[in-house]
Nanobody
Framework: QVQLVESGGGLVQAGGSLRLSCAASGRTFSNYYMGWFRQAPGKEREFVAGIRWSGDSIDYTDSVKGRFTISKDNAKNTVSLQMNSLKPEDTAVYHC???????????WGQGTQVTVSS
């Protein structure tokens, strides 16, 4: 059984930082693409950032480039998202996802709320 468990969300003022983590278990993810996605109220879920467990392929949506950094710890099976210079428009539920294809998710975590106040 695949499990993705997110942690690290919270409330922060604009300009602040948060670090999200996703702990993966239940299968071998070595060939998988791990992504962070977010869904704001009334909006569709969107891709934020992604990384391959194997190799160094990293991908960001344009709105977070230069502010967010995705990283992985293969030994701990965790993927993290460091979010700096947060803006109110970054407010959303952030989900970790895993898939064979980039920018997709076949498995989802339960999500963690990120709220940025102005």
């Amino acid at each position: 059984q695949v499990q993705l468990v997110e942690s690290g969300g919270g409330l922060v003022q604009a300009g602040g930082s948060l670090r999200l983590s996703c702990a993966a278990s239940g299968r071998t993810f070595s060939n998988y693409y791990m992504g962070w996605f977010r869904q704001a109220p009334g909006k569709e879920r969107e891709f934020v950032a992604g990384i391959r467990w194997s190799g160094d392929s990293i991908d960001y949506t344009d709105s977070v480039k230069g502010r967010f950094t995705i990283s992985k710890d293969n030994a701990k099976n965790t993927v993290s998202l460091q979010m700096n210079s947060l803006k109110p428009e970054d407010t959303a539920v952030y989900h970790c996802g895993a898939a064979a294809r980039a920018r997709n998710a076949d498995y989802w975590g339960q999500g963690t709320q990120v709220t940025v106040s102005s």
